[in-house]
């Protein structure tokens, strides 16, 4: 996760029915931002990411995600019997 943490959550939300996300990009003149929404059963959470190109700011915004959504409790308590 700590490398890529915007592909960990696609795909997080490939392999488990319960988590979705769409993200929404804008190019600005000094950088670059992601609008990540994430849905975790159902709960959706919101972030911006910003960074220098798209990738950081994807990142930026997944890294706020993982913080604020408590996405790996959720994990544990929900699918700590399945494997991912």
């Not at 890529?4 to 670059?32: C, K, Q, Y």
């Amino acid at each position: 996760m700590k490398k890529d943490p915007f592909a960990t959550l696609l795909l997080l939300s490939a392999r488990v029915s319960e988590i979705s996300g769409s993200n929404w990009h804008a190019s600005l003149e000094e950088m670059e931002l992601i609008l990540l929404n994430i849905k975790i059963g159902e709960q959706d959470f919101f972030e911006v990411g910003m960074g220098s190109s798209k990738t950081k700011a994807r990142n930026d915004a997944a890294k706020k995600i993982y913080a604020n959504s408590k996405l790996i409790n959720w994990l544990i308590q929900n699918k700590k019997d399945e494997l991912i």
